[in-house]
Nanobody
Framework: QVQLVESGGGLVQPGGSLKLSCAAS????????MGWYRQAPGKERELVAG???????NYATSVKDRSTISRDNAKNTVYLQMNSLKPEDTAVYYC??????????????WGQGTQVTVSS
């Protein structure tokens, strides 16, 4: 089994910054792409940013100039640094990872989510 655990969410004022972390653990052979998604109340889950194992990143247009996704392959961890936060960034943030386990092909796993609230 593979578990993804997010951390770093919370309440932040508009214009503030936050760094989310997501650590994968369990029976892991290799982790391919990793990413961050978010879901605001009443809205569909959307991609925020993704990163390949080699570090090639892509971003949603809404966060591209304010966010940086990174990963530490040795720690099986992905990060999301978000700056200049806006109220519309308020959502539950989920990480996911495309994980290959010993003897099995890769599958996508999800974390439980961490709440980010941007409010004064």
């Amino acid at each position: 089994q593979v578990q993804l655990v997010e951390s770093g969410g919370g309440l932040v004022q508009p214009g503030g910054s936050l760094k989310l972390s997501c650590a994968a653990s369990g029976s892991i052979f290799n982790i391919n792409a990793m990413g961050w998604y978010r879901q605001a109340p009443g809205k569909e889950r959307e991609l925020v940013a993704g990163i390949t194992r080699r570090g090639i990143a892509n971003y949603a247009t809404s966060v591209k100039d304010r966010s940086t996704i990174s990963r530490d392959n040795a720690k099986n961890t992905v990060y999301l640094q978000m700056n200049s936060l806006k109220p519309e960034d308020t959502a539950v943030y989920y990480c996911n990872a495309d994980v290959a386990t010993p003897g099995s092909s890769a599958s996508v796993y999800w974390g439980q989510g961490t709440q980010v609230t941007v409010s004064s």
